[in-house]
């Protein structure tokens, strides 16, 4: 009777077994995300004050691989490192400089009515650039391009380092010539690379590395694309969004070139997105549309649609667009991109210590993004 009643029941368990696809074992599971940590001093509130919660955060994060952007300075770099590295012991990224020049590349004469202008209009605003453009747009445009120029590549500095920036030198590159970019991994990274993107202003990076995850190998890239910005376009190629399109075109080739036909995922802010009314107004959707037409499916877009860049960001004030920027894409793994389920990561606000006090805020002006993938 016990010998008929174990037999009976081992049939029984093997039968529900197949009929839910089941091997027995556990299926495979990897996780990829990406975050736009927005540390752009003079650019974006609070920036400071939030490099320690977004360590704290990025610690906590429960990903085998995470795409890192707009991590400017050397010392939150430094700080990000050594506060998630007990999480993501293996990282990867390439440090840009721009060589800047010593000859001045203002007068005087250009900079003091400017100055004037921003010290009476623009006194404790964050986003300089915006508030000079909009408040003291006369000043800013009698400014020679050379002089424009560095002077919106040192916004960082605030009003007196700028200046005194670009009275003693020349640069032309956002936070000198650094790229923000960082990858950072739980597993090895068996292969890495880079490619430095031939870019204007602000210095554009796509990292590479190969890694072995639950669901198998994958290729994975990492990067932060052209924004068409709010700023006065100095470059060669005519506007912002013909520049983040010649960008696409050196990615995406690149890939190609690294990957193959072989799994890959493209991870970062690609600063376009899909518009799809009334949830999704939609940035420079003609970009995005190349990556789909490139192979690429995207999980997020596809079957969620929740804005990364919106208006619920307490440091947008509520204002702007509801947009999907921030992206996790795949090529030639058509098995995991069916599989995957998305969400949005630091969504919430947090309460973060300021030497006032304490203020609730968002973790930064965009929300990251999680992609869960699965293989039997």
Request: net charge negative; aromatic share 6%; with cysteine.
């Amino acid at each position: 009777m016990a010998r008929h009643i174990h037999v009976g029941s081992v049939a029984l368990l093997a039968l529900i077994a197949t009929a839910c696809g089941s091997s027995g074992t556990s299926p495979h599971v990897s996780r990829l995300a990406t975050f736009n940590a927005g540390l752009a001093r003079n650019y974006v509130p609070l920036a400071e004050d939030r490099v320690t919660p977004v360590t704290q955060a990025l610690a906590a994060l429960d990903a085998d691989v995470l795409c890192l952007q707009e991590v400017w300075e050397e010392g939150d770099t430094a700080q990000i490192h050594a506060g998630t590295k007990a999480t993501y012991p293996h990282a990867f990224d390439v440090f840009t400089q721009e060589n800047a020049s010593t000859t001045p590349a203002c007068t005087a004469a250009e900079t003091d009515p400017l100055k004037a202008c921003v010290d009476a209009q623009c006194k404790g605003v964050v986003d300089l650039a915006t508030c000079a453009l909009s408040k003291c747009n006369a000043e800013v445009i009698a400014v020679s391009k050379g002089c424009l120029l560095c002077l919106q590549s040192n916004i960082a500095k605030g009003v007196d380092g700028l200046m005194k920036a670009c009275a003693e030198g020349s640069s032309s590159f956002f936070e000198g010539g650094r790229n923000g970019v960082r990858l950072l991994s739980r597993v090895p990274l068996t292969a890495t690379d880079h490619l430095v993107l031939e870019s204007y202003f602000i210095r554009y990076v796509a990292l590479y590395a190969r890694v072995e995850l639950a669901t198998g190998p994958l290729h994975v890239f990492c990067t932060h694309l052209q924004a068409d910005m709010n700023l006065p376009y100095l470059g060669a190629k005519g506007s912002f969004v013909a520049e983040q399109v010649f960008e696409i075109e050196q990615l995406l080739a690149w890939i190609e070139t690294k990957a193959g036909k072989e799994p890959t995922a493209l991870l970062g802010d690609l600063n376009c997105g899909p518009a799809r009314p009334p949830d999704l107004d939609g940035e420079v959707p003609q970009s995005y549309a190349r990556f789909p037409a490139a192979g690429f499916k995207v999980p997020h877009v596809d079957r969620k649609g929740e804005c990364t860049w919106c208006k619920s960001n307490t440091l947008h004030g509520g204002a702007g667009p509801n947009n999907i920027i921030d992206h996790v894409m795949l090529r030639h793994a058509d098995a995991l991109a069916a599989s995957a389920t998305t969400r949005r990561l630091f969504a919430e606000p947090v309460t973060i210590p300021l030497a006032s006090g304490v203020t609730e805020t968002s973790l930064s002006d965009h929300f990251g993004l999680l992609v869960e993938l699965t293989a039997n």
